[in-house]
């Protein structure tokens, strides 16, 4: 695709639920990143991925949290047993390699928990 | 750990003024490099401009430029002949190297008045 595609746009849970969602970066993208996004805050890094493995995930916040690419493109973000506080814009954005690299993001999955 | 501090929280500008917008650090690393992305109602980032701390000279795209202090730390933006479009939120970033994850600030959310 153009650019890069998170789905769902809106996601609505009930707390203790599972829920998924998925990041479709730039075709030929190495790096991909996972941020969390709060109302008024800006994005907080969560997990980067180069290739099929994760680079740094020191930003999951607990182990309800959890993200793989197993084929070095898709990334889906898991996040188990959610709580009312995990509600947040969740950003997927992907890049080329380099210091200066833009970052692509996606327009955000918005996951409310009820 | 890196940081970024932006201390105004909003701002606003009469359509066609200049308005500029500050950004802190705080690294101990000597090369680095700087973003400011903008966030449109629609939630996606999008990249203004950028610049590698290496380089002394400003970086400048058409109607937005940084004034980049190394010393102080320092990663202005400043927007001339501001539009009604430049309405959004503003982050300033941070990565200190390669394919390392940005580290954003808490935004400016700006306002262009007509």
């Known amino acids: 695709g153009a650019g890069v595609s998170q789905t769902p746009s809106n996601k609505v849970t009930e707390k203790g639920k599972y829920v998924e969602l998925r990041c479709d970066p730039i075709s030929g993208h190495t790096a991909l990143y996972w941020y969390r996004q709060s109302l008024g805050q800006g994005p907080e890094f969560l997990i980067y991925?180069?290739?099929?493995?994760?680079?740094?995930d020191s930003g999951l916040p607990n182990d309800r949290f959890f993200a793989v690419r197993p084929e070095g493109s898709v990334s889906t973000l898991k996040i188990q047993r959610t709580e009312r506080g995990d509600s947040a814009v969740y950003l997927c954005?992907?890049?080329?390699?380099?210091?200066?690299?833009?970052?692509?993001f996606g327009q955000g999955t918005r996951l409310t928990v009820v | 750990a890196q940081t970024v501090t932006q201390s105004q929280p909003e701002m606003s500008v009469q359509e066609a003024e200049t308005v500029t917008l500050s950004c802190t650090y705080d690294t101990s690393e000597n090369n680095y490099y700087l973003f400011w992305y903008k966030q449109p109602p629609s939630r996606q980032m999008i990249l203004v401009i950028r610049q590698e701390a290496y380089k002394q000279q400003n970086a400048t795209e058409n109607r937005f430029s940084v004034n980049f202090q190394k010393a102080a730390k320092s990663f202005s933006l400043k927007i001339s002949d501001s539009q009604l479009g430049d309405t959004a939120m503003y982050f300033c970033?941070?990565?200190?190297?390669?394919?390392?994850?940005?580290?954003f600030g808490k935004g400016t959310r700006l306002s262009v008045i007509a």
């Open positions: 970033a941070f990565r200190y190297s390669g394919n390392t994850p940005l580290v």
């Open positions: 954005a992907s890049s080329l390699s380099g210091g200066l690299a833009e970052a692509f």
């Open positions: 991925f180069q290739g099929t493995g994760a680079a740094d």
